[in-house]
């Protein structure tokens, strides 16, 4: 059992107090024995001398009075007239004038001649040994005589030679050892010669004890002379002891009371000590689970105060590093801006509080990377700073504005309409978009927006971001300022599914489909190579096109894989065909992102090299805006991808922004008219871009492919522009790989020996 600190400190004290008090209480106890012995023994010693004294001032008075008698005339004169009545009468004077009982005449023979006594008679012979024959001092001894002890002093009567003895005694009876107890503070006994008890102060019990030797009973004993008497000086040790052992009572009295409220006042002080530690411990406790604003109840100027003190100093600085790195979690370093996590349990909030429908736009800094590129890290930190004081300044958003990745930045505000939603974005990018100076320069920067609104019932910040995220890329694509999701919910649903997850097994599983699509000569219809475009053939959603999957792989660089799957297929195809007689070039799609990697051309050279394919049969398709944002690193990797002999293409062309200048210098081979202006060639102004394009594409040696030819009308009309190669369904649909093999095969001349025929070639 563990017993509480407040308890466990009573206990020790008291136990501690205990111990001295018994370590006191057997200390007095044996020295009060020790003083009641020695005060008894004293007391005895002082007995014995006072016990002689009184003999002898006995033995005194009764040599007096004798010698008194002995000398007076007329009892000398009786003594010799043998006057019996006058020597009774004599010896009964003197002796009442002392108090002796006793008193004897005898004659010098040793015959009593008279007497007061009953215990000696005339004509008895006294006690011989009493009688010294010539002693003329007087002769005083204690004699035992019929169970009686008696003090007897004897003087000679002469006249002028001895004519008798004159003794004189008194009775040592209880009278006289009541007396003696008295003078001596002791118990007296007097023994006659024959053992028996002649007076005692004792009452029989003690008495007994005393004769038996009890320990409780100190006794001295005194002989009384040659007759064997003897006087029994006793102190009762009890009674000695009774006034120590009253003390000793009281002292365990006080004992017990000091040890009683020294355990009482030692249990308040431990608890006093304790109770504020076990309140302590709780607030431990507390803040050990995370509850740092718990208040610390305890107060005071003692070391536990201090501690509470420190404890409550603690928890300030606890909570406060809680906070800071809370913060650190939920911020954008760069522009103290909420970060993305922040961001997406702000806008889940707003969503839970149901006040409306809750829009997310999205805002990306046009050409940001070319910001970078051109003016310096410094001037791109410095546009998302001034982006970011401005989204904090302005009225936007009804949570806190952030910043998701690079140059993306968010919002988000209930909204009644899209129209409304519309006008929130246009003001938004309006205030951001206005000069921002760097260095004492000012750069025009621009962005682009993306709006969601929720497309279903149940829409999440993740699910809005993504939509507003879709909203910005058909923004660029259709090369507007800002453009609103227009999802479907089934497309929302679709966007919501865990696509990366998906995605990536895709590509282990083998799910990804190539088609080819051909591309054919406009003069004759000709099949003069292919384009390989991928699609994913999903375990539930059955056969889906690239725009449901590409823009997401980009997004999350998930696309390398792809382009690598395509690559290795499109050239094992390529490689196939080409040894069955069918040298026809596959072209496959390159994104921005593959060509941001520096490795790209080694892939390609190992996909080539594993095949065996001659590098002119790959053609590599970049779109516009694969190069636009690091222009200087896209060109060295198509650099590298042209030395080692693939062909590559621009695809596309026209819905990006590319420059001219970099067009020049781009090692590239083909440029494909984006199938916007095919389909719109009705229209003079778009027909003469496209004019203009073939003839851009021709004074830069280029073979122009437009894509996107539906109908014979069209394709005949680009054929007039100049145009020599078309794509579209007016030759044919994309189709799968083996389907593509059957339909080039009816209708080029196999040839495993010569050269692929190619337009250059057979033009
Ligand atoms: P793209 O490279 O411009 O491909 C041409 C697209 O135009 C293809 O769409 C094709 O089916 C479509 N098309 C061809 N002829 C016609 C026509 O006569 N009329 C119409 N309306 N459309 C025609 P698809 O297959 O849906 O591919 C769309 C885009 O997805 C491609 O545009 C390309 O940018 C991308 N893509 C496809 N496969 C891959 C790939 O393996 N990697 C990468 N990075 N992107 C790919
Ligand atoms: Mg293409
Ligand atoms: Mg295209």
Redo the contacts with the bound molecule.
Sequence with gaps: MRLRLSARIALTFSLLLLAVLVAAFVAVSAANRANAHREVDRQIGVGIRVFERVLESNRRQLAQAAQVLAADYGFREAVATHDADTQTSALENQGARIGSEVGVLISPDGVVMASTTPIVRPGERFTQAMLPALANEPVSAVVSAGGRVYQLVVVPVRSPLLVAWVAMGFQLDSHAVTELASVTGLQVTLLSGEGTVAASTLDMASLAAVIDHSPDWVTTEVPLGASGARALLSRSLSEALAPFEQLTRLLVLIAAAALAISALAVLGLARHIARPLQSLTRVIDRIRSGDYHVSVPVSRADEIGAVADGLRAMQGAVDARDRAIRELAYTDALTGLRNRTAFTSAVDGLIAERRGCVAVALVNVDRFRRINECLGYGAGDTVLRAWADRLRGGDFSDVAPARLAADHFAVARVMPDDAAARAWAGELLAALTTDVVFDGQPIDVRGTAGVALPPGEDASADLLLRCADAAVERARRAKSDVALYEGSPEDANRAQLSLWSELQRAVERDELRLYL?PKCRLKDGAPVGA????RWQHPERGLL???EF?PFAEQTGL?RS??QW?LERAVAAAARMAREGVRLPIS????AVDLADARLPARVHQCLEAAGLPPALLKL?I?ESGFIDDPAHALEVLDALAALGVGLSI??FGTGYSSLSYLARMPVSELKID?SFVIDLRQPETAAVVRSAIELADRLQMQTVA????DAGVAERLREMGCEIG????YAK?MPEPDYERWVGARVVKDTAAAAPSVAASA
């Design positions: 699509q384009e390989a475009l991928i096109g690239p725009a590409v696309i792809v382009t395509a496959v799609n390159i994104s398709e779109t695809d596309d199938r894509e996107g030819i539906e794509q579209g369904y007016h994309p």
